[in-house]
């Protein structure tokens, strides 16, 4: 007879929960954005507003002032990430509608502002229509009022008929590279004959027309990043920064006219994002740091929901705390502590303004009934 024998029951291992899923590449811009965008957002304010405190060590002196000079980068990175999120936005609708939802984000705050400095400047009308209008930006100096809102619709407004161009063409990277040559030699060709403040506006289509392309590749979910992508990526950055040193310092001219706004600015707004974006995953996900990654995240994403409306109060409001408490003689941090919360606390109740007011018209205007509706109501009856 055959003996049997037991075997020792079996136990059901465990599985670990599986890890959450991490974004790579292409598509941790669009899961940080709005941290990058807040981080733009200050170092503009930083440009534009920051009172220097370092003054006995040399060091010190050079970095603060180093970063400060090169702020302007800031505006670089928002036509990068305009150039990326209009790729999505056009897919959401016809044209108008584009034109509309773009018109409904920047109307308010640039008109609001535009009206304060009118009645306490005492601009004259006609003064104030151009500024408005952008009649001054591209007759008389791009920064009569605010260039970076003109700037930016002008944008908008060719951006359909490009991306219609970009989308049908076989290979949209050689378009891309083709379009960065016609903008070269057009750059080129009028050195002799356009006003030099232009070229800050014109030297800045490249990083558009990236945010353009890296907003396609986002969405055909091909591009992958290696390890020697990320070293290119690094090596791009730190090589913006040395341009940018020697564009600014040394006033060393660069293949184009205001040359410290063209290349330099193009490298570090094409590689800063993805490094930026890199670091807050990586300090979200770690263990020891994740708390410090979650916050600083939060707190940037913060300063890019209302990004507009701290660009265009910061000047204006700026210079009046600054002039009053320079007067007072107070010390360099409480006045760039007073700017920063000032300029926060007023553009923040403004975005928010602002969209009670929006959703207030699209209220409005959803009570209307619409003619296709109507029509169609009768006909049922």
Known sequence: MKKETKTAPQTAVPEKPAAPERVHGLDLISKYRGAIMGFAALWILF???WVTLFVNNQVGVNIEGYLKRIG?????????????GLTFAIRKGNVLTFYYRRIKRILLPFLVMAIIRCALEKWPIIEFWKNISGINFYTKSIYSFLWFVPAILTLYLFFPWYYKLFTKTKKPVLFFLCSL?????????????????LYGFTNRIPVFLAGVLLGWLTQQKKTTFTKGTWCLIAITFVTGLYLAYITNYKDYYLLVPTSNCCVPNFMISV?????MAKFLDILSHAKYTKPVGIGLTKVLSFFGTFSLE????QEWLGWKIMGKMFEQQRPGWLINLAVLLAITAVSFAAHFLF??????????????????????AEQSK
């Open 47 to 49: 440009f534009h507003e």
């Open 72 to 84: 302007f980068c800031g505006v670089d990175i928002f036509l990068l990430l305009s150039g990326i």
């Open 181 to 197: 040559e016609v903008w070269l030699v057009f750059s080129l060709f009028v050195r002799e004959t356009m006003r030099g403040d």
């Open 271 to 275: 590689s800063l994002p993805f490094l």
């Open 310 to 313: 701290f660009y265009c109060v």
């Open 355 to 376: 969209q009670q007011f929006w959703k207030l018209v699209d209220w409005l205007f959803g009570m209307i009934p619409k003619p296709g509706k109507k029509a169609a």
